[in-house]
C-alpha cells in the first residue's frame, strides 16, 4: 500500500503540490491526471524518491521514504520500476543489453540476468529483436523495451509517466493490453500520470484529479464520473448540446450495460409520456459501461419521471441553461 498524507512540494519559492493526499491499495490501478503544470509528473517522483519534498509523507508497505538513507533509498527502489513517454533507452546498446542494465547495475549473476531478461523479451512480444540496436526500432517496440526494463528487477510497483502520449492510437492500444496483462498476472500496482481520458476510462480502478498542485478529487474512476465534480467538469469540459428553451433537461448515468440498453423503451412502456432525447453517449471503463443520456421532460410530468427514476435507483440531475 502507497500512502500520501500532507505532501507539501517546493520548488525554491514555488509551491507545486499542496497538501497531498492519497491511497493507492496493493494490485491497484490509480491514474493521476491533470493539465499540464498540475504537478502529476512532480508527485510521481516524490514516489520513487527521485524528488524530495518538504512537508508530509510517502509510506510504501509501511516505510516512510523520506526516513531513508541513500543506501536504503536505493534498495527501496529496487521495488519500484518506471516508464517514460521519451523511453530513455540507450541508442547504441541492443535491446537485450537496454533490458540488463539494472541487473548490471545490482550486480546480479549472468545466468540469472539471461533467464529474467529471456522470459521478459517473451512477455512484450521481442525475441526476434533481442540484438536489435535501440535506435532502430518504432516506437511502440521502444515502449515495450522500457517496459521490460522496469520489470527485470521484479517490482511491485510500476510507475508510467505519460507512456502513451508519443504512441499512435494502435500502438497505445497495444502498449495498454500489455499493462493490463502484467498488472493481472504479477499484481503489480501501476500508477499512471496522463493527460489522455481514454486511458483513465479503460485502465484505471480508482483515479484522482490534480488541479494547480492540489487533488481536488479522489476515488473509484465510474463513482468520480457519476458525480462529475467540478474539477472534472474544469479538466473534460461540461456536456454541450442544445438545449431547449422549454422544459427541465434531465442527465441520467446508467453504469448497468444491460439496464442502459434497455432504458428508453421501459421507460416508454412504463410511463407512456412524451419527452425529448437530447445527447445520449457510452464509455467504456475497464469494469463495464457509463451510458448517459441528456432527456428533456415537460413541466407537467416532470414529477413522474422522477418518481420513475428514484424507483429504479437511476443517478440523474437537472441541466441548468447558461
Not at 519534498?53 to 521514504?65: E, K, R, T
Not at 540469472?112 to 526476434?128: F, H, M, N, T
Request: hydrophobic content about 40%.
Amino acid at each position: 500500500m502507497i500512502t500520501i498524507e500532507n505532501l507539501h512540494k517546493r520548488y525554491h519559492d514555488t509551491e507545486v503540490l499542496k497538501n497531498i493526499n492519497i491511497t493507492i491499495d496493493d494490485g491497484d490501478i490509480y491514474g493521476l491526471i491533470g493539465r499540464s503544470g498540475a504537478g502529476k509528473s512532480t508527485l510521481l517522483r516524490c514516489i520513487n524518491g527521485l524528488e524530495t519534498f518538504q512537508n508530509g509523507s510517502v509510506v510504501i508497505d509501511g516505510v516512510n521514504i523520506s526516513t531513508l538513507q541513500d543506501k536504503n533509498l536505493r534498495e527501496l527502489r529496487k521495488n519500484i520500476g518506471m516508464i517514460f513517454q521519451g523511453f530513455s533507452l540507450i541508442d547504441r546498446k541492443t535491446v537485450y543489453e537496454n533490458i540488463a542494465i539494472p541487473l548490471e547495475c545490482w550486480h546480479v549473476p549472468k545466468p540469472e540476468q539471461k533467464e529474467r531478461i529471456e522470459k521478459l523479451l517473451k512477455i512484450v512480444g521481442l525475441e526476434s529483436k533481442r540484438d536489435q540496436k535501440a535506435r532502430d526500432l518504432s516506437g511502440g517496440q521502444k515502449q515495450r523495451v522500457a517496459i521490460a526494463r522496469a520489470m527485470v528487477m521484479n517490482p511491485k510497483i510500476l510507475l508510467c509517466d505519460e507512456a502513451t502520449s508519443a504512441l499512435d492510437p494502435k500502438t497505445t492500444d497495444e502498449i495498454l493490453e500489455l499493462l493490463l496483462q502484467l498488472n493481472r498476472e504479477y499484481g503489480i500496482t501501476i500508477i499512471m500520470v496522463t493527460h489522455q481520458m481514454s486511458v483513465i476510462h479503460r485502465m484505471c480502478t480508482k483515479m484522482s484529479i490534480l488541479e494547480n498542485g492540489h487533488c481536488m478529487v479522489s476515488g473509484d474512476v465510474k463513482e468520480v464520473f457519476l458525480e462529475q465534480p467540478e474539477a472534472l467538469q474544469n479538466l473534460v469540459g461540461i456536456l454541450e448540446c442544445n438545449l431547449p428553451e422549454t422544459g427541465v433537461n434531465i442527465e441520467i448515468l446508467i453504469t448497468d450495460e444491460a439496464v442502459g440498453q434497455q432504458f428508453h423503451s421501459d421507460l416508454s412502456l412504463s410511463l407512456k409520456k412524451p419527452y425529448k432525447l437530447i445527447n445520449s453517449s457510452l464509455t467504456h471503463y475497464r469494469e463495464g459501461v457509463l451510458s448517459a443520456f441528456v432527456m428533456n421532460i415537460s413541466e407537467e410530468y416532470l414529477e413522474e419521471f422522477l418518481a420513475y427514476f428514484d424507483a429504479q435507483h437511476l443517478s440523474y440531475k437537472r441541466i441548468e441553461r447558461e
